[in-house]
């Protein structure tokens, strides 16, 4: 690749940022190793595909993979296949190809109410049943990915809160869909009482076409000299413990696992638990 | 009897706050690591640009008591972004005097922050958690809370100093 420009986003760029996060998340991405696709023939109907996608350590090939003899029609509130050990973490994807906002609805509903199996026993597989939808059609399900209205509001509006580095490539490189911008940083600024200002790195994503050419390296070159020239004293960001090329990637430059050194985790507050403290006495 | 108060802190509260950092430092066995000066504090959180907001929490002495009222806790949070969920508060610190704790003092700091939270429009509230302070992780788990490292495998990671040098290519 003969050249290509890292720049800070406008909010021109919003557009493609928001394309890029989905495609970051979508299932041909696979940002790491190790996920699976089953689908479930038992389920849905013509117009309706559902599928799971799991993200584990990396399966043995002889682990038995879930294929039609084996997924008998089942309700929609219980999972019982094998999934591979180790399985921490679901994403359900419905094919959405003409559903209906009742029957979007419903199947909303019973994201709530799916229970994975672990091979062998009825408890519940991995640490935790995270279970998410994702939908790769043109009707994207509601609360997934943000809207490029709140995008543009929290990007460049009078307050932000995020900043953005996007990778631009020149016309010939341009992606068969005719986009120019084919990576993205998004970060901001926290604050360690301690020693002061940090750069915290929220998403950083190349896609699969472009990789191996240094454009993430730039991108992470700029930013770390973003960080410096707001007199940061480091960078943070989170890795998923199960995602190897991506610790490979940072770790190779230098960076410390500070969970592993230190046993620091991260907690997380939803909304419903905050509207409960606001409103107890 | 005296009572509690939470507020937003002040310029001025920048001294009780670095003792108070220093203290919970102390408490986390890694206080040579506290290089911030008051300066910083005041600049970082009371400029034309806040990097971070603290909010503190005061003993108002009874009537007739003479000491007036004195900062035995805080917490500083900052706002943070979430391609998933969006804008997002992020509470960095939290630390009540040890004497002054089981009053439910920290509760009343987390749920004014959570107070924060929705009137600024966040959908979520994260914060970090030493895997050794089960007091802490208990109270946040009582709150409603969800060990993310635990459940999806999440780690923090670091590049600093003379990594972050290299990286920059300099």
Known sequence: ?281 | MASVRIREAKEGDCGDMLRLIRELAEFENLSDQVKISEEALRADGFGENPFYHCLVAEILPASGELLGPCVVGYGIYYFIYSTWKGRTIYLEDIYVMPEYRGQGIGSKIIKKVAEVALDKGCSQFRLAVLDWNQRAMDLYKALGACDLTEAEGWHFFRFEGEAMRKLAGK
Not at chain 1, 34 to 61: H, I, K, N, T, Y
Not at chain 1, 210 to 217: A, C, K, L, M, N
């Open chain 1, 1 to 281: 690749m003969a050249k290509f420009v890292i720049r800070p986003a406008t909010a021109a760029d919003c557009s493609d940022i928001l394309r890029l996060i989905k495609v970051a998340e979508s299932p041909s991405s696979s940002r790491g190793v190790g996920w699976r696709w089953f689908r479930f023939p038992g389920w849905g109907d013509s117009r309706l595909e559902v599928w799971a996608g799991v993200r584990a350590q990396p399966v043995p090939l002889s682990a038995p993979i879930p294929g039609p003899a084996a997924t008998p029609p089942r309700p929609p509130h219980s999972l019982p296949l094998s999934w591979p050990a180790g399985a921490s973490f679901c994403f359900l994807l419905f094919s959405l190809l003409c559903a209906s906002p009742q029957e979007l609805a419903k199947y909303e509903y019973m994201e709530e109410q799916v229970i994975l199996t672990e091979k062998g026993n009825s408890t519940v597989a991995g640490r935790g049943t995270s279970v998410r939808c994702l939908s790769p059609s043109s009707r994207p399900l509601p609360s997934l990915f943000p809207l490029l209205a709140d995008l543009l509001e929290d990007g460049f509006g009078e307050h932000p809160f995020y900043h953005c580095l996007v990778a631009e490539v020149p016309k010939e490189h341009w992606t068969p869909e005719g986009h120019s911008i084919v990576g993205f940083a998004m970060y901001y600024f926290t604050y360690d009482p301690w020693i002061g200002k940090l750069l915290y790195l929220e998403d950083f994503f190349v896609m699969s076409d472009y990789r191996g050419f240094g454009i993430g390296s730039e991108i992470l070159k700029n930013l770390s000299r973003v960080a410096m020239k707001c007199r940061c004293s480091s960078m943070h960001f989170l890795v998923a413990e199960w995602n190897e090329p991506s610790i490979n990637f940072y770790k190779r430059r230098g960076a410390s696992d500070l969970s592993s050194e230190e046993g620091w985790r991260l907690f997380k507050i939803d909304k419903q638990y905050l509207l409960k403290m606001a409103t107890e006495e």
